[in-house]
């Protein structure tokens, strides 16, 4: 049966998408399931939990940058299957060792691998795409893997609360359904099956490089924004267990709060095309952030922490946006984009895991709070004052 290019467009769509959310949905659960168990099973403080927590983003972000040169080379959905593969046996060792640097090194594994899922998707769904076409399959691969991140931390509490194991047997399963999904797709549809190499695909149409200096706005924002959820997701957990004394479940909960403020937010940005290619918009969010971190400062309950997450579920999603939309916008080498932005976000990821894992085990939660929220204000003062250098000088 011959099946036309619009309708491979569709399926490759959905197949992509619907991978995206349970492959995500599945790394949450794993990363937030760490926490716990790390604390529970090897007995680690927060300053240990949060550098153990940064060997997978740290390994993640070193094959990132060593395989940009080579994944060129391959199909995206060649690297995609081995990814799901090699994840899900470092997750298999990690769970099957009682021994603390087995663990780590599972840990190291699992970043390896992962490097070759994220950006290879990226650069495959937005292979072609620009302006909203851009904007709309972007923002459907956003919502997708959003919406699996903020379901994952419901249901990483409440199997955590069974065992601190059992969420890492039910990614076992999930890593196996994404590979069928894209394996399966690749050998039904041609279409998908056929798609080629990035270095093959520009070869053929050679493209020319329009890209958009504001890029480079955008990325300092991402690495900002990510450093936020990366203390949410990481330390805030042991701040709600220690300080708020509530359950794992309920810390899920709150959690959720931000992962569906984002999934909405994804929705509606992908509907809209106002804040593209303004600075204006990336300086604002940036700015928010920071004020909004520092108002948390004075949050001592549950209910203040859920408006911080959902008003901090907007902003992020409005930071991954910018980045991503103004790095692939007019770029030839998508993957390369894609890669730097993952770079970049896990730069984000690391700093928020390690210093603020080290910031609450010798100081507190506020703490962290008032470094993030600072740093973030005078980043944005200084990019503004930057951008009106280069407005004066007509540098565009």
Not at 156 to 177: D, K, M, N
Request: charged fraction near 10%.
């Amino acid at each position: 049966m011959k099946i036309s290019p619009q309708k491979t467009d569709v399926i490759q769509f959905w197949v992509i998408n619907i991978a995206s959310f349970i492959a995500q949905l599945t790394i949450a659960m794993v990363n937030l399931a760490l926490v716990y168990h790390l604390r529970r099973f090897y007995g680690l403080g927060a300053d240990a939990i949060g550098i153990a927590a940064s060997i997978s983003t740290a390994t993640y972000l070193v094959f990132c940058l060593v395989g940009s040169r080579y994944t060129v080379h391959f199909r995206p959905r060649h690297l995609v299957e081995l990814s799901l593969v090699g994840m899900a046996g470092a997750v298999a060792l990690f769970v099957g060792t009682n021994r603390i640097a087995v663990a780590y090194l599972a840990l190291g594994l699992y970043g390896m691998f992962m490097s070759l899922l994220w950006p290879q998707i990226e650069a495959w769904f937005s292979r072609g795409k620009e302006g909203a076409g851009l904007n709309r399959v972007a923002n459907a691969f956003n919502f997708s893997w959003s919406f699996g991140v903020g379901v994952s931390s419901y249901v990483a509490g409440l199997l955590v609360e069974r065992s601190t194991t059992l969420p890492f047997y039910v990614a076992l399963v999930l890593f196996s359904l994404v590979f069928l999904l894209i394996y399966v797709s690749s050998a039904l549809v041609p279409g998908i099956r056929a798609v080629a190499s990035e270095h093959e695909d520009n070869k053929i149409n050679g493209k020319v490089d329009e890209s958009t200096p504001l890029r480079y706005y955008a990325w300092v924002g991402i690495i900002v924004l990510y450093s936020g959820m990366s203390v949410i997701l990481t330390i805030f957990p042991l701040y709600a267990q220690d300080v708020l004394g509530i359950s794992e479940s309920q810390t899920g909960l709150l959690l959720l709060v931000r992962g569906v403020a984002t999934c909405i937010s994804f929705l509606l940005l992908g509907k809209l095309e106002f804040w593209h290619f303004k600075k204006r918009y990336i300086f604002l969010v940036q700015g928010l952030f920071g004020l909004f971190s520092l108002l948390a400062m004075t949050f001592t309950t549950p209910l203040p922490f859920a408006f911080f997450f959902l008003v901090f579920g907007v902003l992020f999603a409005f930071a991954y946006d910018q980045s991503m939309f103004h790095g692939a916008s007019g770029s030839v080498n998508r993957s390369l984009r894609m890669i730097i932005h993952e770079v970049l976000l896990t730069i984000g990821t690391i700093l928020g895991a390690v210093g603020g894992g080290y910031i609450y085990e010798h100081l507190s939660f506020s703490s962290i709070l008032l470094i993030i929220g600072s740093a973030s204000l005078v980043l944005v003062f200084l990019q503004m004052i930057f951008a009106g250098v280069l407005e004066r000088k007509h540098i565009h």
